[in-house]
């Protein structure tokens, strides 16, 4: 199966999982607390259930990590060269707020780097997808899917993406440090997508993430052309520790445009 092959099985699978958080959104739902005291609704688990079935399913045996089944010990996680990486449900908090901006996302990770990524937001109907090599698309409401791209340069006042729910003084002082810009708002991985289709011209995450949170658009985004690094400009790589935690990050349209961001740290 190539890489293309397999994408369209997991645009599918996105999809399905999509399709039942959909039927948790239009009624009233439960909310609770993990133990991180991050909320966990029905519809996350649903997700969760639909789509650690389907991978299993596909002739590819790769293991999968789950934010809703992540307790995997690093013992026999370390040894994984290639797994599936999967957020069944990110933005949670969007999600409540029902105003939207939730995504199901799904990647392929190889030697640390995601290679494939599926990122679905079905309140908006909206996929997006990448796998390296082959380049990223967008399909907006079942039509045909069209290739993205990253701009080239910043023209004008920077257009940088922020979240809806997630601030940090951080933000604000590196922000202040670039003067002009217009905020682009969104929630949940779609900020790393605006990125990838040139709608926003960096996106810096100045607080706390994990690996699952980032894993599919940041294929979308790689594949597209763009970088995800770290502040330092190292790039952002995945299993490479027990913590499951992300360090702050920058996602740029190229090194170009990372250059001058890092250069406001």
């Not at 089944?69 to 026999?76: L, Q, R, V």
């Not at 933005?91 to 640390?112: D, R, S, Y």
């Not at 440090?177 to 682009?184: A, C, I, L, S």
Request: net charge negative; glycine share 8%; charged share 20%.
């Amino acid at each position: 199966m190539t890489r293309m092959e397999l994408v369209e099985k997991i645009n599918a699978i996105a999809k399905a999982a999509g399709d039942a958080i959909m039927l948790v959104y239009q009624r009233d739902f439960e909310v609770v607390d993990k133990s991180d005291s991050s909320p966990l609704t029905e519809a996350d688990l649903a997700a969760h259930k639909i789509i650690c079935a389907e991978l299993a399913a596909l002739s590819v045996d790769y293991p999968i990590l789950s934010e809703e089944s992540a307790k995997i010990a690093w013992d026999e996680r370390k040894e994984w060269s290639t797994y599936w990486l999967v957020d069944p449900l990110d933005g949670t908090k969007e999600f409540i707020k029902k105003n939207g901006e939730f995504t199901v996302n799904i990647a392929l990770v190889e030697n640390g780097i995601p290679v494939l990524g599926v990122v679905y937001s079905p309140a908006l109907e909206t996929l997006y997808y990448g796998v390296q090599g082959e380049g990223a698309f967008k399909a907006v409401k079942g039509q045909a899917a069209e290739p993205i791209q990253p701009v080239t340069a910043v023209d004008g006042a920077w257009k940088i993406v922020g979240s809806r729910s997630h601030g940090s003084e951080q933000m604000q002082s590196f922000l202040a440090k670039v003067g002009e810009h217009e905020m682009v708002p969104m929630g949940s991985s779609l900020k790393i997508c605006l990125v990838a289709e040139g709608v926003a011209d960096l996106y810096p995450r100045l607080g706390p993430t994990s690996e699952w949170d980032t894993a599919a658009a940041h294929a979308v985004v790689l594949a597209a052309g763009g970088l995800v690094t770290d502040c330092e400009g190292l790039a952002l790589k995945y299993n490479q520790k027990e913590s499951l935690l992300n360090p702050f990050f920058l996602v740029a349209p190229n090194q170009a445009i990372l250059d001058q961001a890092k250069a406001y740290f």
